[in-house]
């Protein structure tokens, strides 16, 4: 089943606040291989300027997947998750993640376009705090491979 | 830190060895249990070459090297990657992937400096304009 075409410009519903845990971040951080302190340690991170650990950066993808989560189960979507290649990844932040912020999602998907029976649906989620402001902006390409 | 700098130049350099054991840790620090990165048999069954890392896994870890050399994580300020061929990650021996991160264009007025990756696996590359802005 090809993507739904008309889903281009759809925006969801924002995603339920995440309270991102200084463990969590310690978690990915070495998930990813990070040594820098200020990942990892509260004084270190202070020392810097921040109130807790800062998470690494591609931690949005935490919130992100919510958001992709969501699109995926658009019933009138037509992706076929068991055929989706992450195609490219972009982050843009007004300021890193820290511990103790709650962060909201929302998506919008950008484009949808067709190539040689392949589908790339393009979706940015915006990323915001508790107050409102925006924190980083995800933005996936994603190749839904064409059936054999 | 911009008078400093030359395009060009090599900032930071690593190697990161990667296991099955490495993609099970990110699969749960993630939230990303696609089965395409823990077993033989799912990945085999979707014509793939063998269990992949995760794409996301292999930007996260890319960026570490620019976020030791800058010394603050928060000066990065965009990261974008393309995902352009996956890395097979054997069950005995793992992968290894490759990171050269050097300076590829200096923007004195933004005090901005974009950092461009070399991202490797088997001596082939792995991802296409890995790019890190920084504020310098």
Known sequence: MPINPDIQGRTLEP????????????EFARAVFATNPINLDVAAAQAAGYADVVAPPTFPIVIQQLTLDQLLAEPDAGIDFSRVVHGDERFSYSRP???GDELTGRLTVTS???????????AGTIV?????AHVVTAISTLVVRAED | MTDTLTVGD????????????????YAGASGDFNPIHYRDDVAASVGLPGVLAHGMLTMGLAVQPVSDW???PGRIVDYQVRFTRPVVVDPQTG???????KVGK?????????IDLTVSAADQTVLGKAQVVVSL
């Open chain 2, 95 to 101: 992968a290894e992937i490759l990171v050269v991160a």
């Open chain 2, 10 to 25: 090599v900032v930071a350099e690593a190697a990161f060895p990667l296991t099955r054991d490495s993609l099970v840790r």
């Open chain 2, 106 to 114: 200096i923007d004195e007025e933004a005090g901005q400096a974009r």
């Open chain 1, 128 to 132: 915001t705090d508790a107050s409102g």
């Open chain 1, 15 to 26: 995603t339920a606040p995440y309270l991102v845990g200084r463990e969590k971040i310690r």
């Open chain 2, 70 to 72: 800058l010394g603050d």
């Open chain 1, 97 to 99: 993640i820290v511990a």
């Open chain 1, 112 to 122: 949808v376009k067709s190539l040689g029976g392949n589908s790339m649906i393009t």
